[in-house]
């Protein structure tokens, strides 16, 4: 076990102990394993129905499950389901099960504006277009290259209710302001959920540091898209890291900043591997409602991931 703790940054694996000291054996297990593949119904070319049927005739082995309604483990090769028509019409899109749940989470309806404002390359985007095809969508990404891997998924989704932007999302708060319902901001992040251990590539790039820069980006983000949603709005911020800084340590600052414009409200999540935020990093204490945010616990089939949950209570 521990030559294999050492292909990962030691001081990230030191960390993660901090973090959930009576999880870390159980959370260092999954970054072992491949997880499995899973994938989600696209209701704009589907229903539950057809799809359960088609999944059948294309011999694809699947289990659906509970939670996020739609949403299914594969358990035959990723590539032999590549090759159905299933996949190849965009009746389903390939995303892990806790990358799900922020969209879920901000419950896109069909009246509504929405800002996807770190878009690329569009599972959440794609999902909200599948759940409101009505509603007004604005996906914004600043990295030209994702832009059009985004473009190509909308596409292949048969998405028809979404305006992208190649921008940073710093201007949304000039371009948009206190304009749309809902806001998913999606953070670039560490990725420290995402690890495995065979795919060097996934954490070689994990540094201290590396964590500082990202939080500049999110409170940059953060603070921009206050600016463009209105007053009784809700915004979600997910990311799928660890690090505190990254995450209670973001909403901290933010809820702080505005103080009383701005309330986290909780997150119902139905699963096991889910617990509240951090009270605490380090020598810092966070601000009570931080509990409220919720972590995703990894396993064999989902991610590590964060979710806060804020309402914009005045302007
Ligand atoms: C975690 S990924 C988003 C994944 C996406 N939401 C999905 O579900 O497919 C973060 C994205 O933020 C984008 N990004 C980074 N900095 C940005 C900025 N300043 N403004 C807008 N997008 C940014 C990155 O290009 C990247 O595509």
């Not at 009746?91 to 878009?119: F, G, H, K, T, W």
């Not at 495995?196 to 954490?203: A, D």
Request: aromatic share 12%; glycine share 4%; proline share 5%.
């Amino acid at each position: 076990m521990n030559s294999q703790i050492y292909q990962l940054p030691q001081e990230f694996v030191h960390r993660l102990k901090k973090i959930y000291p009576s999880r870390f054996n159980e959370i260092f297990a999954t970054f072992r394993q491949k997880k499995i593949t899973s994938f989600r119904i696209n209701y704009l070319k589907t229903d539950l129905v057809s799809l359960t049927r088609q999944l059948k005739e294309a011999n694809v082995r699947f289990k659906e499950l509970s939670f996020p309604a739609g949403s299914f483990l594969l358990k035959g090769s990723l590539r032999d389901f590549q090759n159905t028509d299933v996949y190849r019409k965009g009746l389903v899109y390939v995303q892990n099960v806790s990358s799900m749940i922020p969209a879920i989470i901000l419950d896109p309806q069909n009246n509504e504006r929405i800002l996807d404002l770190c878009a690329a390359p569009g599972a959440k985007t794609t999902q909200m277009a599948s759940l409101a095809p009505q509603a007004k969508i604005i996906a914004v990404d600043k990295v030209r290259k994702r832009y059009y891997k985004l473009l190509a998924n909308l596409r292949a989704q048969g998405v028809g209710n979404v305006e992208v932007l190649l921008l940073d999302g710093i201007w949304v708060r000039k371009k948009f302001p206190e304009y749309f319902d809902k806001i998913l901001v999606d953070a670039p992040c560490s990725v420290e959920g995402t690890f495995y251990l065979p795919n060097k590539h996934s954490y070689k790039y994990w540094k201290p540091r590396k964590v500082k820069e990202m939080v500049r980006t999110q409170k940059k983000l953060l603070h921009s898209s206050f600016f463009a949603l209105r007053e009784e709005g809700t915004l979600i911020y997910s990311t799928c890291t660890f690090s505190p800084e990254e995450n209670e340590e973001v909403i901290d600052w933010f809820i702080g900043k505005f103080k009383d414009k701005v309330e986290l409200l909780p997150i119902d999540i139905p699963l096991d591997n889910v617990t509240s935020g951090l009270a605490r990093w380090k020598n810092r204490k966070f601000s009570s409602p931080c509990r409220l945010c919720k972590r995703i616990i990894p396993n064999d089939f989902m991610e590590g991931f964060f979710i806060a949950k804020i309402k914009k209570v005045s302007v």
